[in-house]
């Protein structure tokens, strides 16, 4: 049946963090020095209440604004009381990994993860190594926009800032280290392979894990210079390290975004291999080694139909989640779930100690998979046949409930009509930058394209920015 999906917003309404934590253009509100500041000791009060010998772990990106939003929140983490140590350049679940098990009260990421290197964020987990609840995200904007506010409605830094924090190589080799242990680097040692590191985060580790893996390598994008994270490269582009592959003669080719949550794949005839194949790809492992529980998967309303069929024909239910591998995350524990992800290439695995995607986590998942079945990559997911998909951003000036506008609504309305079942018409905001996205999967590309131009027609008269 066709379905439409827009996705719901939260429960609370929130006005810094988004779906993935507070993204903007860096040294603009949110992230100008005052808020950045605010928003680190409004943070600090919360974990104080709770231990007052609290701990933080900070890390980011190699975006150049980076340093300077780092030292900001560490600044209002130590006026608050706690006692902050940084990790450096790092991916974001080595953060979500140090901050659980070093025991560390909170977690913190500089960083916009696939979004350009003019924008950043600042992404918060607990010392449980989860991202925090929107409720709470809203308690600590509530903190920063009544309590923290003197009665002009300024936000005052104290005029010594907490130095810049030396990144500590011992935190990040620990997250290495667990790494290495969560797969059988045996399996894969004589596959040749091809990694895009983005520019990002992933630029500094993955060549270390694989060195220690014994893997055979060739990176590229890996000359970080603070202004070309993500461009032309990594998870956004991944064509690129796709053309590499298919020139190197290799197996296998593995690209990551800015802070290597997620990754996405190349098999060795150089085609791109997206999240659902990859969750297709470790269901079908989980469930022949007995650790898939309930035999269910957790997606997104992004995830295509074929993927929902090629699983079933493997005895595995699919369940949607909303976008955001947060919501993921979140269905996953309240189905009992141990794999989830989207199409992006956020994939959770939570049969092991991993409480968030891990693009890095994912790569040795996958190289150890297609190792140990002695197949091309190609091979195991060859029955997966998609639907023709399309998802298209429109850049909105501001985010009103697509169906109350009803130009929109009869769009989407007459699209469904005239899919009848036989695709699946996905509307929604996205969580993180000022964009509507429209995806369309039908039974013919000339029906997909021409419904999806229609809606997005009708969402740029509207509401195009």
């Not at 639907?387 to 000036?397: D, G, H, L, S, Y």
């Not at 699209?415 to 009848?420: G, I, Q, T």
Request: aromatic share 4%.
């Amino acid at each position: 049946m066709s379905t439409l999906a827009i996705q719901p917003r939260s429960t609370v309404e929130r006005k810094l963090f988004g779906t993935d934590g507070i993204r903007g253009v860096a040294g603009a509100f949110p992230l100008d020095p005052e808020t950045t500041f605010a928003i680190g000791r409004a943070l600090g009060h919360h974990i104080v209440r709770s231990n007052r010998r609290a701990r933080a772990v900070i890390g980011q990106d190699t975006r150049e604004s980076g340093q300077t939003i780092a030292d900001s929140v560490a600044t209002g983490l130590a006026v608050a009381g706690v006692e902050v140590q940084s990790a450096g350049v790092i991916t974001t679940p080595g953060i979500a990994y140090l901050a659980r098990a070093q025991k560390f009260d909170a977690g913190i990421v500089i960083s916009a993860s696939h979004n350009p290197w003019t924008d950043n964020g600042i992404k918060v987990f607990g010392g449980d190594g989860y991202k925090l609840p929107d409720e709470l995200e809203l308690e600590i904007e509530h903190e920063i926009f009544t309590v923290m506010a003197d009665e002009s409605g300024e936000i005052k830094v104290p005029a010594t800032q907490q130095g810049t924090l030396p990144g500590d190589s011992a935190l990040r080799s620990s997250y290495l280290e667990w790494l290495r242990s969560s797969a059988d680097p045996a399996q894969f040692r004589n596959l040749k392979l091809v990694v895009d590191c983005a520019n990002g985060a992933a630029s500094g580790l993955v060549a270390e894990l694989f060195r220690g893996c014994g893997v055979n390598a060739h990176f590229i994008n890996y000359a970080a210079d603070g202004c070309n994270i993500n461009e032309q490269c990594g998870a956004l582009h991944p064509e690129v390290v796709a053309r590499e592959v298919a020139k190197a003669g290799a197996d296998i080719g593995i690209t990551f975004d800015g802070d290597a949550d997620r990754a996405l794949f190349a098999d060795h005839e150089g085609r791109i291999v997206n999240g659902d194949a990859i969750l297709l790809l470790a269901a079908r492992d989980m469930k022949q080694r007995g650790t898939l529980a309930g035999d269910k998967v957790i997606a997104t309303t992004m995830s295509n139909m074929g993927l929902e069929a090629a699983l079933k024909r493997s005895g595995i239910a699919m369940l949607r989640a909303p976008v955001g591998d947060k919501y993921v995350l979140e269905q996953m524990q309240k189905t009992g779930a141990t794999l989830g992800g989207e199409q992006s290439g956020h994939v959770i695995f939570r049969d092991g100690e991993a409480t968030t995607g891990d693009g890095l986590l994912t790569a040795l998942r996958v190289l150890e998979i297609v190792g140990r079945s002695g197949k091309p990559l190609a091979s195991l997911i060859a029955d997966l046949k998609v639907f023709p998909q399309v998802i298209k951003n429109v850049r909105v000036r501001e985010k009103k409930p697509l169906m109350s506008i009803e130009p929109i609504a009869q769009s989407i309305r007459r699209a469904e009509s005239e899919l009848d079942g036989n695709g699946r018409v996905v509307v929604r905001y996205s969580g993180t930058e000022a964009l509507a996205r429209v995806m369309i999967e039908a039974e013919s590309e000339q029906t997909m394209h021409r419904i999806a131009d229609s809606i997005v027609d009708a969402i740029q008269q509207s509401l195009g920015s």
